[in-house]
C-alpha cells in the first residue's frame, strides 16, 4: 500500500507539473485580451431608422415638405465598439469625393464628439434645397463621409466605416406603396402627389392586409380623380387637364394601371 501511495503521489506531482505551462499560456492569454479590449474603442456608422435609412444610406425628399422648408436634418449615428468613457471623446468624419457629387456649401457637418458614458450619437447633415449645379427635382444630391483614424477613436470594421447622404427635390417611393400598388396601380411621382395633394396621406403601412380599406381607398381617389378633371377651374393646372401621369398619358387608379 506504502507503494502504491508513492506511486499516486508522482502521478499528481508531474500532472501538477505539465498544467504549469498551460496554466502559464492561459494567463498570458488573458491579460493580452485585457489588453485587446482596452484599445478596441472604435467608431462605426449607420443611419435613423425613423428616417427609412437603409444599412449605408438614407434617402430624403423636399417634395413632402412646405416650399418654404430650404434645409432637413438628414441623421447618422456613429456607433461605439469598445468601453464607454467617464469624458467626451471626437472622431472624425471626412467627404469620399469619389462618392459625392456637390461641393461642401450644400450641406453642413454637425459636431462629431461622443459624449460621456455613451455608446452612439447622432451626428446631423444639414442639407439644402438649393445646390449648385444640380436640379433638385430631376435629379438627386449625395455627399458620403466615411470615419478616419483620430487621436481618441478609430474606425471599425469596413463595411461600416462609410455612409451616404442623398436628397432630392421629387417624390420618392416610399416603402408602404406595396401596401396599395395592386389596387391603385404602379409608383409614379403623379400618382403619389394627387394621393397626398388630395387625402394628405404619404404613409400606408398602417393599412397592409386591410383589404376592405384599400378597396374603399381606391373607390375615392378614383372619384376624386374624376372630380378634379371635370372642374374647368384646373384647366390651366400644372399637372395637366385631364390630371397627366409622369408618361404624359392621362392619370388613372385601379388594377394593372
Request: aromatic share 12%; net charge negative.
Amino acid at each position: 500500500m506504502k507503494i502504491m501511495k508513492r506511486y499516486i503521489n508522482k502521478v499528481t506531482a508531474g500532472a501538477f507539473l505539465l498544467l504549469l505551462p498551460f496554466s502559464a499560456l492561459l494567463f498570458t492569454g488573458c491579460e493580452n485580451d485585457e489588453f485587446y479590449y482596452q484599445d478596441t474603442d472604435k467608431i462605426w456608422l449607420s443611419g435613423d431608422p425613423a428616417q427609412q435609412a437603409t444599412s449605408d444610406s438614407t434617402l430624403v425628399t423636399f417634395a413632402l415638405e412646405d416650399k418654404t422648408t430650404t434645409t432637413l436634418d438628414v441623421n447618422i449615428i456613429a456607433n461605439l465598439t469598445g468601453a464607454m468613457s467617464d469624458h467626451d471623446r471626437s472622431f472624425k468624419l471626412v467627404v469620399v469625393d469619389s462618392l459625392t457629387n456637390v461641393s461642401s456649401d450644400a450641406y453642413e457637418l454637425g459636431t462629431c464628439v461622443l459624449p460621456a458614458n455613451q455608446y452612439k450619437v447622432t451626428v446631423p447633415v444639414k442639407v439644402k434645397r438649393t445646390v449648385s449645379g444640380i436640379d433638385l427635382k430631376k435629379n438627386f444630391a449625395k455627399v458620403t463621409f466615411r470615419v478616419v483614424d483620430d487621436s481618441e477613436l478609430t474606425p471599425s470594421v469596413d463595411d461600416r466605416l462609410t455612409y451616404s447622404v442623398v436628397w432630392c427635390d421629387y417624390l420618392i417611393q416610399p416603402e408602404s406603396w406595396s401596401v396599395i400598388s395592386y389596387y391603385l396601380g404602379s409608383f409614379t411621382q403623379a400618382r403619389y402627389r394627387f394621393i397626398i395633394d388630395q387625402t394628405g396621406m404619404t404613409d400606408f403601412s398602417a393599412y397592409n392586409n386591410n383589404y376592405s380599406w384599400i378597396i374603399g381607398f381606391q373607390s375615392l381617389m378614383i372619384r376624386l380623380l374624376q372630380d378634379w378633371n371635370n372642374d374647368p377651374a384646373n384647366a390651366n393646372s400644372e399637372y395637366g387637364w385631364p390630371y397627366l401621369n409622369d408618361n404624359g398619358q392621362p392619370l388613372k387608379y385601379g388594377q394593372g394601371v
